[in-house]
């Protein structure tokens, strides 16, 4: 089955280091995104991608970048962690311009990031 | 902007009907959805509405006002498994590209026996 995934699920990493957050998806979506979520917050958008080599800031785009290569992939990169990216990282996908009158997002699982 | 406004919490008695509100304030409006999230997963979609009215999908229904940027999620028969958050989110009119979401902080709701 088509399906949407995210690795690691589970990351600690040191201030200053460069992480990267991996995001799969098998639907052959050309778009997909990447959010943050906090307490008192919701779901906040990162960066997002409408297609391949496209890529676009969202509301809290500083400290990440992302590239978009293939259809299948959106990568998000911290290039110097900080203690305030310590968050819960989703990635979505979804069909453009074919996906229905409602072209839903579908979320992978998530990552859960600690920056000591 | 978008400004998009829920209640935090909400507390629902098994059996019961609870309505969730939605309102929305935005330069450029394509569609509002609703997303249910349970503790620790991902969200997951529940409804989707872009003109007036009510949408129904079994227990859950959701109603759409644009004149008024307000919208609602209700259950219907409560179960404790629906104890979860429920995301408001709209969708922005971008012009050709309309897919980027801006979602609401999230109404967790609390099923009780």
């Known amino acids: 089955d088509a399906e949407i995934t995210q690795s690691p699920r589970h990351k600690i990493t040191e201030t200053g280091r460069q992480v990267t957050l991996a995001c799969h998806q098998t639907?052959?979506?050309?778009?997909m995104f990447w959010y943050r979520q906090d307490l008192g917050h919701g779901l906040r958008l990162i960066h997002y991608?409408?297609?391949?080599?496209?890529?676009n800031k969202g509301e809290v785009s500083d400290g990440y970048s992302v590239s978009r290569s293939n259809t299948e992939d959106l990568p998000l990169t911290l290039e110097s962690a900080a203690s305030s990216q310590t968050s819960v990282y989703f990635c979505?996908?979804?069909?453009?311009?074919?996906?229905?009158?409602?072209?839903?997002?579908?979320f992978g699982p998530g990552t859960r990031l600690t920056v000591l | 902007g978008q400004n998009i406004d829920q209640p935090t919490e909400m507390t629902a008695t098994e059996g019961a009907i609870v309505q969730i509100n939605c309102t929305y304030q935005?330069?450029?409006?394509?569609?509002l959805f609703w997303y249910q999230q349970h503790a620790g997963e991902a969200p997951t979609f529940l409804s989707y509405?872009?003109?007036?009215g009510l949408e129904e999908k079994g227990r859950f229904s959701s109603f759409l006002s644009r004149s008024k940027g307000y919208s609602y999620l209700l259950l219907k028969e409560l179960q404790m498994k629906d104890s979860a958050s429920y995301l408001c989110?709209?969708?922005?009119?971008?012009?050709?590209?309309?897919?980027?979401?801006?979602f609401g902080t999230g109404t967790l709701l609390a099923v009780q026996p």
């Open positions: 979505a996908s979804s069909e453009f311009p074919s996906g229905g009158p409602s072209n839903e997002q579908f």
């Open positions: 639907w052959n979506h050309n778009n």
């Open positions: 991608s409408y297609g391949v080599h496209d890529t």
């Open positions: 935005t330069s450029g409006f394509n569609g």
């Open positions: 509405n872009v003109l007036d």
């Open positions: 989110a709209v969708r922005e009119n971008e012009g050709g590209a309309t897919n980027k979401l801006i």
